[in-house]
T-cell receptor, first 112, second 113 residues
Framework: NAGVTQTPKFQVLKTGQSMTLQCAQDMNHNSMYWYRQDPGMGLRLIYYSASEGTTDKGEVPNGYNVSRLNKREFSLRLESAAPSQTSVYFC???????????FGPGTRLTVL | DQQVKQNSPSLSVQEGRISILNCDYTNSMFDYFLWYKKYPAEGPTFLISISSIKDKNEDGRFTVFLNKSAKHLSLHIVPSQPGDSAVYFC????????????FGSGTQLTVLP
């Protein structure tokens, strides 16, 4: 049982480049989330998907887009990366929007 | 404005002693609180939670206390073990919403052998 998986683990981008962070869960969870963690700060919610077919903005959505591809997969896209998006990105899932969230191992992104 | 604050970035404790991690919040709408533990290069792992209808919740060596009037919660680990060395995040949410968690900045706990 892999839980929540994220790819890639590490990525270096140049300013202006685009990329998609992938997340998949095998727990048959309905809800999925994307967070970012910056040094000295807690995790901040970027976007979430309460159920398949729905997505909503979190606390810090600017510069990001998401796609809930199916029940298992939730991707995060940076269309034009900026140095301010250098961070560690965590994906999470939960059985439903009010249940405990389980996190993936994270993607460390550096934008030069 | 940080709605969930962990004012101690780090804490060192001797093995076998009690570890007390603290968390304060400002949003009186928060009614559900969680603690997550995070090891380096891993994602946060859920540890324990408490609803605002309770003032204490225990799970083995871990106990969370909630003081609603002071808007303060704490995590007690007794006895502390070297494997408990990790970053601990406090998080809060409002029941009824899609459980959007607001996290504190974390406390690095080091348990010394």
């Amino acid at each position: 049982n892999a839980g929540v998986t994220q790819t890639p683990k590490f990525q270096v981008l140049k300013t202006g480049q685009s990329m998609t962070l992938q997340c998949a869960q095998d727990m048959n969870h309905n809800s999925m989330y994307w967070y970012r963690q910056d040094p000295g700060m807690g995790l901040r919610l970027i976007y979430y998907s309460a159920s398949e077919g729905t997505t909503d903005k979190g606390e810090v959505p600017n510069g990001y887009n998401v796609s809930r591809l199916n029940k298992r997969e939730f991707s995060l896209r940076l269309e034009s990366a900026a140095p301010s998006q250098t961070s560690v990105y965590f994906c999470a899932s939960s059985r439903d929007p009010t249940d405990t969230q389980y996190f993936g191992p994270g993607t460390r992104l550096t934008v030069l | 404005d940080q709605q969930v604050k962990q004012n101690s970035p780090s804490l060192s404790v001797q093995e076998g002693r009690i570890s007390i991690l603290n968390c304060d919040y400002t949003n009186s709408m928060f009614d559900y609180f969680l603690w997550y533990k995070k090891y380096p290069a891993e994602g946060p792992t859920f540890l324990i939670s408490i609803s605002s209808i309770k003032d204490k919740n225990e799970d083995g060596r871990f106990t969370v206390f909630l003081n609603k009037s002071a808007k303060h919660l704490s995590l007690h680990i007794v006895p502390s073990q070297p494997g408990d060395s990790a970053v601990y995040f406090c998080a809060a949410s409002v029941t009824g919403s899609a459980r959007q968690l607001t996290f504190g900045s974390g406390t690095q706990l080091t348990v010394l052998p």
